[in-house]
């Protein structure tokens, strides 16, 4: 009998099989679970019902034979699935173009309650490949459910994939000393990624595993009510946004999603790599302080 190891590696290289194929919608069929796992909770259906276009099977269309013997053609250089993906996949669109805005808003005294909710139909998911690339903790945010500084990052690292807690780890640390120059705590704000699971290496998430999983970020800045959301990295800008420009043409203009006026700067893993970028960074934030009327520690 296979062991678990040799069956996720077999499935691993049946989806990479697929998704060299040009089927991007496998993990996001609505009959499609694995055995064992319930149906979806009301929370769910929700997002379902307001993004339905993201959930919606594609129907498959059995081959038919062909009606003559026609010769193969002649063998040519097909380029990577990578260098592919730009001209298959859809451009992502903005998280306001997505799902309308909910008529009614959640209580201050409901919101981790529905937080948890949103986390419980996550469950262990198996929605897109990520699930099948060495993910052990699914995280999911960390934070203030009624914060009005809300702070989206890119996707867990190696220390997050193990805690189950977002920004743990260095980049997590400048985050933390960000969090404080801007005069707050990291419990008074909500941090959350566009993917829930680590992607392989650290690389950056792939369309389709982002926007498989924007529905829960849309879910959970619904309810938490951000004021402000700090972009943190380009990944992070394209989801929310819908637009993939850089992140120097995105930098210094306010944007907004889900009701919510969005900052975008610089990632703290990027800030690592190249410290010389922290001042421009710290402009940023005080753009946003400025916004919420914060103050730096130690400043009348």
Request: proline fraction near 11%.
């Amino acid at each position: 009998m296979a062991s678990n190891e040799e069956t996720r590696q077999a499935v691993r290289a049946y989806v990479d099989y697929l998704r060299d194929l040009g089927v991007y919608d496998l993990y996001r069929r609505a009959d499609i679970r694995p055995l064992g796992e319930p149906d979806p909770a009301p929370v769910q259906a929700a997002i379902h019902a307001r993004a339905p276009e993201l959930v919606a099977a594609k129907p498959i269309v059995p081959s038919q034979p062909p009606l003559l013997e026609i010769p193969p053609p002649p063998p040519v250089s097909v380029p990577s699935y990578r260098a592919q993906e730009s001209l298959i996949a859809p451009r992502p669109v903005s998280f306001d173009q997505l799902a309308p805005l909910p008529a009614e808003r959640i209580a201050p005294a409901a919101k981790a309650e529905a937080l948890q909710a949103i986390f419980d139909v996550i469950g262990d998911c198996t929605r897109c490949p990520l699930a099948y690339g060495g993910r052990r903790k699914i995280v999911f945010a960390d934070g203030d459910p009624n914060a009005q500084l809300m702070f989206v990052g890119e996707g867990p690292g190696a220390d997050e994939d193990t805690q189950g807690i977002p920004f743990v780890g260095k980049a997590g640390q400048l985050l933390n000393n960000m969090i404080h120059a801007m005069g707050l705590q990291r419990e008074q704000v909500y941090i959350a990624n566009v993917v829930k699971c680590r992607p392989p290496a650290n690389r950056t998430p792939e369309y389709v595993e982002a926007s498989t999983c924007s529905p829960f970020l849309l879910e959970q800045i619904d309810v938490v009510q951000p004021k402000v959301i700090v972009a943190l990295g380009a990944t992070a800008a394209t989801y929310l946004l819908g637009v993939k420009q850089s992140l120097a043409s995105l930098r210094g203009h306010w944007y907004t999603a889900r009701g919510a006026k969005i900052a975008v700067t610089y990632h703290p893993a990027y800030l690592l790599r190249d410290p010389r970028q922290k001042g421009e960074a710290w402009k940023d934030l005080q753009r946003v302080m400025a916004e919420l009327g914060l103050k730096a520690p130690g400043k009348a």
